[in-house]
């Protein structure tokens, strides 16, 4: 298999080279309150039988990769919430139990494998929490130094994991996009190789994994495929995987993905329907898909609107309430961001086919964000002298 990358707005294409982030000419016409512009998309040139390995697929060969086991997560088949529901085809893919426990491994594993064959040992990203803390730990796997720009009120377990994986972490004093903003700019002056989400093409390309995953692991191709989202990366990921299967005439069709938002953090939901992006000040629990200005969101937008996807919303109340679901009818403990996928599943449920294949991704481990889980639960407000007390 040979890979190129192509521009997703303009189609200029282009070699795979580690000083090329964006497409230089879509890039020019870069505003500054707006998703980034020119994209590069990972182009596949060959051909390639169904018993593919997964880095087949990847345009980083095999022996560049950190020695730390990523991906090839468990598919749930949980009994109690199928049985509830009456949707006998329904499925958890938990990335929650990757090594960082979230979804941003998959990215931060390609990335630092594309770092080690450059020969580039710096690596510099800004992020809500998750994406910084799985940098850290894969970049610790690789023995590579990694850099960490963070918004102020980033859960503290995601911050202390970066910390004990040796990462170097700036907090600023601001959101996430102004993390963003300095995170560039550093990178700019220091050099290193920036995993900026959206910006670094190997962050979406790396995120594909999952949906070669889910290939692999179903009978046959989901029928929908739902995901949260906050810059729009992961989400453009999963739909690039089953572009990618589709392209090789492996899969016959690409599942119809529902891109999850947050009521108050809805920026791709408030574009596809405007035709604009409006940078406006979000808030949501889930702080991992609060973001203002979703960097990826022309790209998503894209991919969503020529495979069908959806973008749908909830509410924080539902996303508590799903989390809560979730935990106790299948023990699996989501972070709020990825509890969000599965709230949106229940919101939209009965509108689909109960016979169809749903895959639900929870993207993010609940122990990242313990304040916020105590938040969907009552928990014990006093504690008792002797066991007469409750008998
Ligand atoms: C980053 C993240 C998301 C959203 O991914 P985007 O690419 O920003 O849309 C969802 N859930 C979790 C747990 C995350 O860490």
């Not at 601001?174 to 002056?189: K, M, Q, T, W």
Request: glycine share 8%; net charge negative; with cysteine.
């Amino acid at each position: 298999m040979d890979f190129k990358y192509g521009c997703s707005l303009c189609g200029t294409e282009y070699e795979i080279l580690s000083n090329l982030m964006v497409c230089p000419i879509c890039s020019e016409k870069q505003q500054p309150d707006e998703p980034v512009r020119g994209i590069l998309e990972v182009k596949l040139v060959g051909s390639l039988a169904p018993q593919f390995s997964i880095f087949d697929l990847l345009p980083v060969e095999e022996r560049y990769f950190p020695p730390i086991p990523v991906g090839n997560t468990p598919l749930w088949e949980p009994r109690n919430i199928r049985l509830k529901t009456g949707f006998d085809h329904l499925y958890i893919k938990d990335d929650g139990v990757n090594p960082t426990f979230s979804f941003k491994d998959r990215a931060s594993y390609l990335v630092s494998a594309f770092a080690k064959k450059s020969g580039i040992n710096e690596i510099v990203l800004a992020s809500t929490g998750n994406a910084g803390s799985s940098m850290a730990g894969v970049g610790a796997a690789a023995g590579q130094n990694i850099t960490i720009f963070l918004p102020e009120n980033a859960p503290e377990a995601k911050i202390a994991q970066s910390l004990q994986y040796g990462a170097t972490v700036y907090k600023v004093k601001g959101n996430y996009d102004l993390a963003y903003d300095f995170s560039l700019e550093y990178s700019e002056v220091k050099g290193g190789m920036n995993r900026n989400t959206a910006y670094n093409p190997m962050t979406i390309e790396g995120k594909k994994t999952v949906s070669l995953e889910l290939f692999k692991q179903m009978p046959s191709v989901p029928d929908y495929v739902f995901v949260s989202t906050g810059d729009g990366c992961i989400v453009a990921g999963v739909i690039k995987g089953f572009k990618d299967l589709f392209q090789l005439g492996l899969i016959g069709k690409v599942p119809v993905v529902y891109s999850v938002q947050a009521e108050n953090s809805d920026a791709l939901y408030r574009a596809k329907l405007s035709g604009a992006f409006e940078n406006i000040p979000t808030s949501t629990i889930a702080d991992s898909i609060c973001v203002d200005m979703p960097r990826n969101g022309f790209h998503a937008l894209k991919l969503l609107g020529d495979f069908n996807g959806e973008i749908i919303r909830v509410s924080d109340s539902s996303i508590l309430q799903a989390q809560h679901y979730l935990a106790s009818n299948s023990g699996i403990f989501s972070e709020p961001a990825g509890a969000a996928a599965f709230a949106g599943f229940l919101q939209v449920k009965d509108e689909l086919d109960r016979d169809a294949r749903v895959v639900v991704i929870s993207t993010g481990n609940g122990l990242k964000d313990v304040a916020s889980a105590l938040k969907g639960v009552s928990a014990p407000s006093h504690s008792i002298h002797s066991i007469q007390e409750i008998l």
